[in-house]
């Protein structure tokens, strides 16, 4: 379901992320509430930026949820590759990221709020399975 000021605000309870005027987001809902919601933003006709987030211990990845997440960047915008952010740290995620076809691109180091080192992931539109 689109809804980027909804899904901005669930992932914002996660992890900080900006805002730009070109932000759209989905949400995946279960019994009224979001359990999960991805953002996409700062789409500059190639590359859009991935954040997602969702409530521990939910099951919340549905095929249909997943089909729409991957077909709003490579279906309706037309971009070349999706890239993801994630602190080096959350080793959870970037398993997940990983899971999906996302493949580690670069490191930045200590660039996190905290100082930390941020793990970059790309996917390219021919190495999607779900769109």
Not at 1 to 25: H, S
Not at 38 to 45: A, K, L, S
Not at 98 to 127: C, N, P, S, V
Request: aromatic share 14%; glycine share 8%; with cysteine.
């Amino acid at each position: 379901m689109p809804d980027g000021e909804a899904a901005y605000g669930f992932i914002n309870r996660f992890f900080e992320v900006g805002r730009t005027e070109q932000l759209k987001g989905l949400c995946q809902f279960k019994d009224g509430e979001i359990i999960a919601a991805v953002i996409f933003d700062d789409f500059n006709g190639c590359n859009i930026f991935m954040h997602c987030a969702a409530v521990p211990s939910k099951k919340w990845l549905t095929r249909h949820f997943l089909h729409e997440a991957f077909k709003h960047p490579f279906v309706t915008l037309g971009a070349h590759r999706i890239t993801l952010w994630i602190e080096k740290s959350n080793i959870d995620s970037r398993r997940f990221a990983q899971h999906l076809g996302f493949t580690h691109e670069a490191d930045l180091k200590q660039a996190g709020k905290d100082g930390g080192d941020i793990a970059i992931y790309r996917m390219f539109r021919q190495d999607c399975r779900y769109a």
